[in-house]
């Protein structure tokens, strides 16, 4: 009867998780065991993630135009303490991760498929903050994950302009997980999620913090004069804190729009003296265009963009438009703005 319990695991937990998420199955499969699931101790190679999964799993986390097109990772370590899983949160281990992402056209209805698949993605989001977390055992360990990579690196280029410099984010010693109210580290999922019956709240804090992290221009290919330009970002910590309302009558705001506790940073420059503005520009151009995406969340895509939509997209943070050009220069000539 054990014999037919453990088979029956491995089916349905194993092979089944394992296939939806990953590429590599039968490589994965090889080094886990149901030993050692039990002993909470699962370490792998190397792991080359299923994209489409990833983009489901990450879909609250990156910019909505941004189409996840390869993850690998290696030095994998997952350790899950079960004689306490309900106060210790489960710690996942990488050495490596490497992410592509390519920033999709809205207007590009070649892609439809892409669009309709974040559409879906959207309204599920929307469903599942309609029921708010309760204070239970699966929201807890689901919601105290402790991931820990020592180097993550993500491409990022436009669609179509496989010719033109794309960005390289480098990322080491990072960390996201719970945190104290203080912000400070922790494994105790008792001090990062904290019911408040008498309120009718769950109280969370989660924290983000790096070592480094490296904003690089890499030149376009086959450009052998242009030189990288990079800005790094030393040492950051950041905390968030947010409150989940427990009656179903309410709606859960996720932890990212929640109050900021702590924000510091070492210091900010450019990795390889005086940053060009042409580069800093390119920088800008890219990342306004992926962070402006955001804002066509909920809205049909795949086909042409209503003036507004395509206003936003076509705004970069930082420059200004014909609009506001023209309300100053009437201002400063004594006109009507």
Wanted: charged share 20%; glycine share 6%.
């Amino acid at each position: 009867m054990a014999g037919v319990s453990l088979g029956m695991l491995k089916h349905y937990f194993l092979e089944r998780v394992v296939r939806h998420y990953v590429e590599n199955v039968d490589q994965v499969l090889e080094q886990v065991s149901i030993s050692s699931l039990l002993f909470g101790s699962v370490k792998l190679d190397e792991v080359q993630f299923v994209p489409e999964a990833l983009q489901d799993a990450l879909f609250s986390y990156i910019f909505f135009a941004c189409q996840i097109t390869k993850v690998l990772a290696t030095g994998i370590d997952v350790s899950v303490d079960w004689l306490s899983i309900s106060t210790t949160s489960m710690q996942i281990k990488a050495k490596t991760m490497e992410m592509d992402l390519v920033l999709q056209d809205p207007q590009d209805s070649t892609i439809r498929t892409f669009w309709d698949a974040q559409g879906l993605r959207h309204k599920a989001e929307q469903e599942a903050l309609a029921i708010p977390a309760e204070s239970t055992l699966l929201y807890k360990v689901s919601g105290g994950f402790d991931l820990s990579v020592e180097s993550l690196v993500v491409h990022l280029r436009a669609a179509g302009e496989d010719t033109s410099p794309h960005l390289r984010l480098s990322m080491s010693g990072l960390r996201y997980g719970p945190s104290t109210p203080s912000g400070a580290p922790t494994h105790d999922l008792d001090m990062a999620i904290r019911p408040e019956p008498s309120q009718g709240e769950v109280a969370y804090s989660y924290g983000l913090s790096w070592e480094s992290f490296v904003i690089a221009l890499v030149p376009a290919s086959g450009d052998a004069e242009a030189e990288e330009a990079a800005i790094v970002i030393d040492g950051m910590d950041l905390n968030s804190q947010g409150r989940t309302p427990s009656s179903r009558s309410c709606h859960e705001a996720p932890f990212y729009v929640a109050s900021v506790l702590l924000v510091q940073m070492r210091e900010i420059r450019a990795a390889n003296g005086p940053l060009p503005l042409d580069a800093l520009c390119a920088i800008v151009r890219l990342l306004g265009r992926a962070v402006s995406s955001d804002s066509l969340r909920g809205k049909p895509l795949g086909q042409e963009l209503d003036s507004t939509a395509q206003a936003s997209l076509d705004v970069v943070p930082g420059e200004t438009t014909a609009t506001e050009q023209t309300s100053m220069e009437d201002e400063e000539c004594g006109g009507e703005p």
